[in-house]
């Protein structure tokens, strides 16, 4: 089974602070994915990779950075975390290629900030 | 960005009826899927339909697609209290990195 996991699954963090959330994949998928989730506005998408090293702007990367230095791995970074980026964020992973493929979802952080 | 928008936002229903959610997005699709979200967690994958596809059937979900309409529906037969959830559509584009626009979902209710 595909695995998808993330660092936390819930973290509180103040105004200002830079916060790093990780995401990690057992199934060596070339694409991986960083949303987040808020009532009523569905799943956004942040930031996406179809490589190591490589990443592409989703439809709301203000505020966030990412990095991918491994294949496995896939990082997403509030550099001074506003209360505004309280949210739910999902990682997902899917395979690469011409195909259309499902994406693989981990649990999820919530993530507060005060 | 395209959107899917699903119908209805709510839907309650007893065990053993029939949910059916729709979602229509607004333009050229390579593929639309759906997934299902539990309270607080991560989505699960369900179903797959590509653009040159009209149904698919995989165990009691039935997805149709309509491409001159730009919708979609999932219908769940034979309900059951665990099909309670969220349900999302999501569309790719043909942008060749299986990005994906997700809707804001559908909460099913499946009451026992």
């Known amino acids: 089974d595909v695995k998808v996991t993330q660092s936390s699954r819930y973290l509180v963090k103040r105004t200002g602070e830079k916060v790093f959330l990780e995401c990690v994949q057992d199934?060596?998928?070339?694409?991986m994915f960083w949303y987040r989730q808020d009532p009523g506005l569905g799943l956004r998408l942040i930031y996406f990779s179809y490589d190591v090293k490589m990443k592409e702007k989703g439809d709301i990367p203000e505020g966030y950075s990412v990095s991918r230095e491994k294949k496995e791995r896939f990082s997403l970074i509030l550099e001074s975390a506003s209360t505004n980026q309280t949210s739910m964020y999902l990682c997902a992973s899917s395979r690469g290629g011409r195909n259309p493929y499902e994406q693989y979802f981990g649990p999820g952080t919530r993530l507060t900030v005060t | 960005s395209q959107q899917g928008e699903e119908d209805p936002q709510a839907l309650s229903i007893q065990e053993g009826e029939n949910a059916t959610m729709n979602c229509s997005y607004k333009?050229?699709?390579?593929?639309l899927q759906w997934y299902r979200q539990n309270s607080g967690r991560g989505l699960v994958h369900l179903i797959l339909i590509r653009s040159n596809e009209r149904e698919k059937h995989s165990g009691r979900l039935r997805v149709t697609l309509d491409t001159s309409k730009k919708s979609s529906s999932l219908l769940i037969t034979a309900s059951r209290a665990a099909d309670t959830a969220s349900y999302f559509c999501a569309t790719e584009a043909y942008t060749g990195f299986q990005k994906l626009v997700f809707g804001t979902g559908t909460r099913l209710l499946v009451s026992p």
């Open positions: 333009t050229s699709i390579n593929n």
């Open positions: 199934m060596d998928h070339e694409n």
